[in-house]
């Protein structure tokens, strides 16, 4: 399986962007790009995902590198509702998801 | 719309004894999948079914046993639980087995506890 690295936690304050990265430097030609989010004892929730071109819905936008070796999820006016365990995830076809660590964000007031 | 419905929300084993955990899905997807997810760390796949009638094993079988019941339902069974099974598991669904473009649903989570 592709590997993704992400940064541990990361902070942010209370209605400002947060950018937060992932790094997939083996990501094969076939790999999706997915972001899902675990908000305090619940399950994971679909947050956005892409291939080669960015992607905006109505919680994130998805920024990917030219190169597709990295990607970053924005949100563009953090909130306390967005502090959450977030996961970059590889996938192509054939394979269920694979979940890594994630980045805990902390959201302050 | 109910999505993922897992039963029981919690639950308490003595060491040894056996229970089913139940999964359903109202999307009429293909695809299920359980998980589990230990205190600090990310979810693991335990077992997963591509469409009704396969399951195949994911990284963490040992020790669990799964069954489609039909295409809305997927159980995990613990035969002979054991305190290494302490986790809070998760079922999941997606329309079809081509994850790299389908999103996935999860349900609320069992939180099992094996003393």
């Known amino acids: 399986d592709a590997k993704t690295t992400q940064p541990n936690s990361m902070e942010s304050n209370e209605e400002e962007p947060v950018h937060l990265p992932c790094n997939h430097s083996?990501?094969?030609?076939?790999?999706?790009i997915h972001w899902y989010r675990q908000l305090p004892s619940q399950g994971p929730e679909y947050v956005i995902h892409?291939?080669?071109s960015n992607v905006n819905n109505r919680m994130a936008s998805l920024a990917i590198a030219e190169d597709r070796k990295s990607s970053t999820l924005i949100l563009h006016r953090a909130t306390l509702r967005d502090a959450a365990v977030y996961y970059c995830?590889?996938?192509?076809?054939?394979?269920?998801?694979?979940f890594g660590k994630g980045t805990r964000l902390s959201v302050i007031a | 719309n109910a999505g993922v419905t897992q039963t029981p929300k919690f639950q308490v084993l003595k060491t040894g004894q056996s229970m089913t955990l139940q999964c359903a899905q109202d999307?009429?997807?293909?695809?299920m999948y359980w998980y589990r997810q230990d205190p600090g760390m990310g979810l693991r796949l335990i077992y997963y079914s591509a469409s009704e009638g396969t399951t195949d094993k994911g990284e963490v079988p040992n020790g669990y046993n799964v069954s489609r019941l039909n295409k809305r339902e997927f159980s995990l069974r613990l035969e002979s639980a054991a305190p290494s099974q302490t986790s809070v598991y998760f079922c999941?669904?997606?329309?079809?087995?081509?994850?790299?473009?389908?999103?996935?649903?999860f349900g609320q989570g069992t939180r099992l506890t094996v003393v």
């Open positions: 892409g291939l080669t």
């Open positions: 083996t990501i094969s030609g076939t790999d999706y």
């Open positions: 999307m009429n997807h293909n695809s």
């Open positions: 999941a669904s997606s329309e079809r087995f081509r994850q790299g473009r389908t999103e996935a649903f």
């Open positions: 995830i590889l996938s192509s076809g054939n394979t269920p998801l694979v």
